[in-house]
C-alpha cells in the first residue's frame, strides 16, 4: 500500500477547505495487522507514537515559518515564494490538528456520556 507523505497530501488540497481531494481509486483502508509479515520483531507504532509524531511535524514546520518569516523581515532572504509556502504548510498544520484534537474530544465526550 502506498500512503502519500503529508506534503503531497497537502499539495492534493482544494482551496477554502484542508481536506484533500481523494481520487474515486483511492485504495481502501482495513485494520492495522498485530504484525508486518516477513519482518521479524516489527513493531506497529501506538496511537501515543503517531500523535507525537504528528505533534513534531507541525511544531517544525511551524518554527520553519517563523524562520522563514523573520528572515524575510530582517533582508536575509527575498524568496517571498518560500515564505509564504512554508506559512501556508505550517497553517494547515494547525488546521489539521486542530480538527484531530477536536474529533478526539468529540469521541472522548460520547464514550464518557455512555451508560454501562
Do not use: C, H, W
Not at 502519500?4 to 499539495?11: C, G, Q, R
Not at 482495513?30 to 507504532?45: F, L, Q, R, S
Not at 533582508?75 to 484534537?101: C, P, W
Amino acid at each position: 500500500m502506498d500512503i502519500p507523505t503529508f506534503d503531497a497530501a497537502v499539495s492534493k488540497t482544494i482551496p477554502g477547505t484542508f481536506v484533500p481531494d481523494v481520487p474515486a481509486t483511492a485504495p481502501r483502508t482495513g485494520p492495522i495487522p498485530d504484525e508486518t509479515p516477513g519482518v521479524a520483531g516489527a513493531e506497529t507504532p501506538t496511537f501515543r507514537d503517531t500523535l507525537k509524531g504528528l505533534l513534531e511535524d507541525v511544531s517544525d514546520r511551524v518554527t520553519a515559518s517563523d524562520k522563514n518569516s523573520r528572515d524575510l523581515a530582517t533582508g536575509k532572504t527575498t524568496d517571498i515564494e518560500k515564505v509564504i509556502t512554508s506559512v501556508e504548510e505550517a497553517n494547515l498544520s494547525m488546521q489539521f490538528t486542530l480538527a484531530v484534537r477536536n474529533k478526539i474530544l468529540d469521541a472522548y465526550k460520547e464514550i464518557t456520556a455512555m451508560q454501562v
